[in-house]
Each structure stands twice: as C-alpha cells, then as structure tokens.
C-alpha cells in the first residue's frame, strides 16, 4: 500500500471483516453508559482522568444531557458537544493535571457548562488563520457560544461557555 510502507496492517485471515460504523443508537448506548459510570453532570461535578480518551467520555455526557434529558435540539447538542470537546482537549493538553471536573447546568433560557482543572494559567483567545491545524478551540468557543469565560478559583480555574436556549 503507497504511502504505508513498515506500518502494520491488518491480516484478512480469509474471511471479511465487519467495520463498526457510527450510529446514534450505539452513540446513545454509549452516552447512557458514561452516565451511570461516571454520574450525571447535572447534579454533580463528574470528575475524569486528564487524558486524551476522557474527551470522549465528556462528549457523551454532554450529548445525553442535552439531548435526551435537557430535550434541546440536536443542532444545539451538536455545537454544546463540540465545545465540551475543545475545553477537555484544552484542560487534557495545558494544565498538566490528572483530573478535570465537568459540570452542567440549565437556568430558563440558558445552558452552562463548566471544566474545572487545577490550573491557574488562563487560556488564551488567539487569533486563526485559515490554514491553522490547532489553536481553534476557543475561537469556536467563541463563534459558537454567546458567552464564556473563566473563573480562577483558589486552587485553579473553571472555564465555562453558556447558550441561549428557548424554553418551551
């Protein structure tokens, strides 16, 4: 395979192989099942490992909050998970530290959510180019969220981002 030289693929063994694909049942499934591992933001701060993985975690916390308990639309699931994602990603790669905290919140007309670390050092808006492969958090947190900001606390910061919502 071009391109692929010394990289090990995987052996046929003569029959197919079935590929996993993305489905919302089975993304469901997994977000029910985060929540009852790692308890329910909502009603607690749920605190994860610092590590690349437990961005997935916070994902599906978010999207089963959101979606099926806080019942908003998926457009509004969609951008509140890919924020949650960004602020992980950013609490896993920046603070150095071995846990962070998730916590969401819902007030009328508005959603919250929070990652606490214990980290003091305040994350930066940078300015994006076009071309630019990281330093994109914040700025979609920005662009996507209508207010955000962080809260230093005594021992390190929560960074939050909160969305208009309409309550029925």
């Not at 590929?19 to 605190?47: C, H, K, M, Q, Y």
Request: hydrophobic letters at 40%.
């Amino acid at each position: 395979m071009a391109g692929l030289e010394g990289i090990e693929q995987p052996r046929g063994h003569g029959r197919p192989t079935v590929t996993a694909r993305w489905s919302p049942a089975i993304e469901d499934e997994r977000a029910l099942r985060a929540l009852e591992l790692f308890g329910n933001p909502t009603e607690a701060e749920v605190s994860l490992p610092s590590r690349p993985e437990s961005a997935a975690t916070a994902r599906r916390l978010a999207q089963v909050v959101v979606l099926r308990q806080w019942r908003l639309t998926p457009r509004m699931t969609e951008d509140a998970v890919l924020l949650v994602s960004e602020l992980v990603g950013n609490a896993v790669r920046h603070t150095g530290a071995r846990v962070f905290g998730l916590r969401m919140r819902r007030r009328p007309g508005w959603i919250r959510i929070e990652i606490r670390d214990p980290s003091r050092g305040l994350p930066c808006l940078m300015p994006v180019q076009e071309m630019d492969i990281s330093g994109r958090g914040l700025f979609l947190v920005d662009k996507l969220s209508d207010r955000w900001g962080v809260d230093l606390l005594p021992r390190g910061k929560t960074t939050w981002f909160e969305m208009r919502v309409a309550d029925r």
